[in-house]
C-alpha cells in the first residue's frame, strides 16, 4: 500500500530532507578526507573509490565496515575524532547542491512544513547551514540528527523523530534522499521516499519510491502530488 502522502486521497503534510547530497554538497570533500585517514591506517582506496564506497554511511558503522571487512585496527574514538575533522573541514569547504536554497523557498511558499534528517551531527550540520547561508532557512529547531540520537541511518528513528515533533502521521511524510541507506531508512519508517540520483544509475525499487535526476524536479513533482490530492498550486 503506497503512504498516504502520494495518494489521490492522502494528504502531504511534512517534507523532510537529509542534507548531504541533497541540501550540502559535502559527500565528496567528506569521502575523500576519510579516504586520507584511512590511507594511513592501510587501506588501499583512492579519493574517487571512497565517494562511492562511503557517501551516506555513519561513522560508527564505517568504523566496523573498516575493521570486519578490511582488517584495519582503528582506535576506539576514531568516529569522535573524525567527527570534529569533518566540522573543521565543512567551516571551510561546505558548498550548496545547486538549486537547493530557491526549493527550500519554494516549498516554503508551497505552505508545506519542512525538517532535516541527518546522519550528520547537529554541529556539523550548524557548520555546514552556517558556511553556506542555509541557516536563514533552517532554524535549530528543524534540525534532527540521527547521530546525535545515535541512532543512524537505516535505522529510522531521525525520521521517526522528525514526523513526531512535527505532530504528523509518518505515512503523511515525504523524504527527500540521496542514498540506498537513507531510502532504507525512509522506508523502514512507512514514509515515502524521492531519491536524487541520476535516472542512468541503478536504485532498489519500492512502494512508494519515486526518482528524480536533478533537485530542480523535486517541486514540480511535490506540485503534481498536491494537485492529485486537490490543493491548489
Known amino acids: 500500500m503506497l503512504p498516504?502522502?502520494?495518494?489521490?486521497d492522502g494528504h502531504l503534510r511534512l517534507i523532510i530532507f537529509d542534507c548531504d547530497g541533497v541540501l550540502i554538497d559535502s559527500e565528496g570533500p567528506s569521502c575523500r578526507m576519510l579516504a586520507r585517514e584511512l590511507r594511513k591506517a592501510g587501506l588501499e582506496i583512492?579519493?574517487?573509490?571512497?565517494?562511492?564506497r562511503f557517501a551516506g554511511k555513519a561513522l560508527t558503522a564505517l568504523k566496523e565496515e573498516m575493521q570486519d571487512q578490511a582488517g584495519l585496527t582503528l582506535?576506539?574514538?576514531?568516529?569522535?575524532?573524525?567527527?570534529?575533522?569533518?566540522?573543521?573541514?565543512?567551516?571551510?569547504?561546505?558548498?550548496?547542491?545547486?538549486?537547493?536554497?530557491?526549493?527550500?523557498?519554494?516549498?516554503?511558499?508551497?505552505?508545506?512544513?519542512?525538517?532535516?534528517?541527518?546522519n550528520s551531527s547537529k554541529l556539523e550540520m550548524d557548520a555546514k547551514f552556517g558556511r553556506t547561508g542555509l541557516d536563514a532557512l533552517i532554524t535549530p529547531q528543524q534540525i534532527h540528527s540521527a547521530r546525535d540520537m545515535g541512532r543512524p541511518k537505516p535505522?529510522?528513528?531521525?525520521?521517526?523523530?522528525?514526523?513526531?515533533?512535527?505532530?504528523?502521521?509518518?505515512?503523511?511524510?515525504?523524504?527527500?534522499?540521496?542514498?540506498?541507506?537513507?531510502?532504507?531508512?525512509?522506508?523502514?519508517?512507512?514514509?515515502?521516499?524521492?531519491?536524487?540520483r541520476p535516472l542512468d544509475l541503478p536504485a532498489t525499487s519500492w512502494p512508494g519510491l519515486l526518482r528524480i535526476g536533478h533537485l530542480g524536479e523535486f517541486v514540480p513533482l511535490v506540485k503534481r502530488i498536491l494537485r492529485s490530492q486537490g490543493h491548489g498550486t
Open 4 to 8: 498516504a502522502c502520494i495518494r489521490p
Open 46 to 52: 583512492s579519493d574517487d573509490e571512497a565517494v562511492g
Open 75 to 118: 582506535p576506539a574514538d576514531w568516529p569522535t575524532r573524525m567527527q570534529h575533522a569533518l566540522v573543521e573541514l565543512m567551516q571551510s569547504e561546505a558548498e550548496t547542491i545547486e538549486g537547493a536554497a530557491t526549493m527550500l523557498r519554494e516549498i516554503a511558499a508551497l505552505g508545506i512544513p519542512y525538517r532535516i534528517g541527518s
Open 155 to 196: 535505522d529510522p528513528a531521525v525520521y521517526l523523530s522528525a514526523a513526531k515533533s512535527q505532530g504528523v502521521n509518518p505515512q503523511d511524510c515525504l523524504v527527500l534522499e540521496d542514498t540506498e541507506t537513507g531510502a532504507g531508512a525512509a522506508h523502514a519508517a512507512g514514509m515515502a521516499c524521492v531519491l536524487l
